[in-house]
T-cell receptor
């Protein structure tokens, strides 16, 4: 079985400050890890992924995430937040061995960036 | 380039009425297809997935069914809607190989009254 935990329902930051959205995961084999963003009444958009290689991965819109195997975490980060980053963020995990590609999503974290 | 179309965007249906939501993918072949439901703007629950025509796997027992009559067409159905079927339904596709990220449709907001 695989699971994802996003411990914070809400993250509030001031524009220009760094932001972190937390994610921890559980999977039997090696993980594929993803971050997606959702704007109101829209589908999810892919931000970045960790498959293998460097633990720090860079994605769209200046976001990055760090894979930490020992802590089973994949926190999303951005050095300087923008008001336009305000949205709902989802972490997802999939077991690398699964052919069907079934991803398990966290419950989401609402990021609010205030001017 | 690949695109995914999902319709309708909004649907209001009475309890006991049938449902049909359609999703089509363009620009790729033999995709994995998925139906997710999102309740109250929060987490996603995988309802069905398909790795090929006529191949449907159900993740949770419920009042809904799915079909894949063509390679790039995925349909979510119900014979009789329940109040608890209300939610935001998302279709998604992913490549068979490499089997990585998902591409989502714009979603259908279903209200059962």
């Amino acid at each position: 079985a695989q699971s994802v935990a996003q411990p914070e329902d809400q993250v509030n930051v001031a524009e220009g400050n760094p932001l972190t959205v937390k994610c921890t995961y559980s999977v039997s084999g090696n993980p594929y890890l993803f971050w997606y963003v959702q704007y109101p009444n829209r589908g999810l958009q892919f931000l970045l992924k960790y498959i293998t290689g460097d633990n720090l991965v860079k994605g769209s819109y200046g976001f990055e995430a760090e894979f930490n195997k020992s802590q089973t975490s994949f926190h999303l980060k951005k050095p300087s937040a923008l008001v336009s980053d305000s949205a709902l963020y989802f972490c997802a995990v999939r077991d690398m061995r699964t052919n069907a590609g079934k991803s398990t999503f966290g419950d989401g974290t609402t990021l609010t960036v205030k001017p | 380039s690949q695109t995914i179309h999902q319709w309708p965007a909004t649907l209001v249906q009475p309890v006991g009425s049938p449902l049909s939501l359609e999703c089509t993918v363009e620009g790729t072949s033999n995709p994995n297809l998925y139906w997710y439901r999102q309740a109250a703007g929060r987490g996603l629950q995988l309802l069905f997935y398909s790795v090929g025509i006529g191949q449907i796997s159900s993740e949770v027992p419920q009042n809904l069914s799915a079909s894949r009559p063509q390679d790039r067409q995925f349909i979510l159905s119900s014979k009789k809607l329940l109040l608890s079927d209300s939610g935001f339904y998302l279709c998604a596709w992913g490549r068979q190989y490499p089997n990585e990220k998902l591409f989502f449709g714009s979603g259908t907001q279903l209200s059962v009254l």
